[in-house]
């Protein structure tokens, strides 16, 4: 069969069958699973990339992400970056504030020697992006919708099962390859079957999440707003839009979730910065609970998980897919600098592990910390934390510090070894 990336409802494949053999499957086509395929689409190695969902429903998640500098340097490298560039929103300041507590913390470009803090992406628009690249690679075929349901080890190979996504008619395929690599998000049911443990735990809140449309945007400015009940973020987004991720306990979250358009932006507006313009339209609200996660080895046999699969975080300073991207960024280089007979084995594998454990270990330590710091009125707590806000203010070193590891500058970036090019 001819390798192609023809993302399509239907099924690529017609009945069941022995599908060609791979070097590289990857599960999970999120952007995390997209970055990886065009990470490697110049590898020469035949690759798999599966999705369950089929491809028009995928791209409608209304999810958009803050993206910080080390993901626009990672788009950089697998050269993608210029054609994500004009459908994402630069921001040029960030503002930090604690409830209604007038001191508040603004970050600029100049602090990182940058021309954005950051830059706010949405899923669709990222996704169809990275689909498009991926139509000219060659050795990427796309299985949507397939969903895999085993993968089991045999000697120097693994061997996955799939179904097709029609339930009307389930077909079954096998695909052989020499590295399994789980991108399938944090339920990844291929990551409980290689045994691979989560270990963590929920919050009790969750995420009231919302796209809002106004009059006169000040597009350029996102907000980290810290409330007793917990931190809500406000993301600039193209067209005059912003989006709210409004973090509440359960109860709370649930209560305003079902609110009417109207009484849900009479509720929401106090919360928000009286400068900000007037709200002409909100969006359907989605509810995300929030958790911090990560498994404690990124590594099984011919198998390896990234992504949220292998990690989840508050939402708090939009982190969880920066880290994968990361994750994509250590993993990509790994594979490309291993021989390839030795693709899949566990020790190769394990310095992807031992790199990239720690760092994701530190940044969801960082969001814990940051949530229970702010989500919490008990005096003592909140007179720290205002000193900490001051302490940020008032000293510039450290408040770069605190913005070079938000924005993944500060700890070592994977090597910088070059991409293979087209051919
Ligand atoms: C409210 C909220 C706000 C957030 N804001 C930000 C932010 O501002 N910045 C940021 O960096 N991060 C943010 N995050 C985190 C971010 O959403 C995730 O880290 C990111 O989406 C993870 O991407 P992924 O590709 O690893 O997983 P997913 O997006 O979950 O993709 C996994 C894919 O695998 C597929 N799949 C699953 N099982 C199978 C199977 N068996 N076979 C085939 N396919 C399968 C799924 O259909 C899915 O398409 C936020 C999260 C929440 C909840």
């Not at 990857?26 to 190695?45: D, K, M, Q, T, Y």
């Not at 912003?242 to 509440?248: A, D, G, N, P």
């Not at 203010?393 to 090597?415: D, E, N, Q």
Request: proline share 7%; glycine share 8%.
């Amino acid at each position: 069969m001819t390798s192609t990336f023809a993302p399509s409802e239907q099924s690529l494949v017609a009945s069941p069958q022995e599908l060609p053999a791979v070097d590289v499957a990857i599960v999970g086509a999120g952007i995390v699973g997209l970055s990886l395929a065009c990470a490697l689409r110049n590898s020469g190695l035949a690759i798999a990339l599966i999705e369950a969902i089929p491809y028009a429903r995928e791209n409608t998640k209304g999810q958009a992400y803050a993206l910080h500098q080390v993901s626009r340097r990672f788009f950089e490298w697998i050269g993608v970056w210029n054609q994500l560039l004009p459908h994402v929103q630069p921001f040029e300041l960030v503002q930090l504030s604690d409830g209604e507590y007038p001191l508040q913390v603004y970050f600029h470009p100049e602090d990182l020697g940058t021309e954005a803090v950051g830059y706010v992406g949405e899923h669709a628009v990222i996704a169809e992006t990275l689909q498009g690249i991926l139509q000219s690679a060659r050795n990427v075929t796309f299985y949507c919708p397939w969903r895999v349901v085993t993968n089991e080890v045999k000697g120097d190979r693994a061997e996955l099962t799939l179904i097709s996504g029609d339930p009307a008619a389930p077909k079954v395929a096998y695909l052989t390859t020499r590295l399994v690599v789980g991108a399938d998000g944090g339920k990844s049911p291929l990551r409980q079957q290689m045994g691979i443990e989560p270990k963590g735990w929920q919050y009790g809140q969750s995420c009231v999440v919302a796209t809002l449309d106004v009059t006169h945007p000040q597009p350029v400015i996102a907000y980290e707003r810290f409330w007793p009940t917990g931190p809500m973020g406000v993301l600039p987004l193209p067209r005059n839009r912003y989006r709210v991720v409004w973090t509440l306990p359960h109860p709370e979250a649930q209560a305003v979730a079902a609110l009417d358009d109207r009484a849900f932006v009479a509720k929401l507006q106090p919360y928000l910065d009286p400068r900000m313009a007037e709200i002409t339209a909100v969006s359907d609200r989605f509810i995300f609970p929030t958790q911090l996660m990560q498994v404690t080895s990124y590594v099984g046999d011919r198998f390896v998980v990234i992504g949220d699969a292998a990690h989840r975080c508050h939402p708090v300073g939009g982190q969880g897919l920066n880290l994968g991207l990361r994750d994509v960024w250590a993993l990509a280089q790994q594979i490309l600098a291993t021989p390839s007979e030795r693709l899949g084995d566990r020790s190769s594998l394990m310095q992807f592990h031992r790199q990239r454990w720690w760092q994701n270990a530190l940044t969801l330590a960082f969001t814990d910390m940051l949530n229970r710091l702010f989500s919490n009125a008990w005096w003592p707590v909140v007179g720290v934390r205002r000193w900490g806000l001051w302490l940020l203010r008032t000293v510039s070193p450290l408040k770069h510090l605190v913005l070079r590891f938000m924005a993944g500058l500060l700890l070592p970036l994977p090597s910088d070894c070059k991409l293979p090019r087209a051919r």
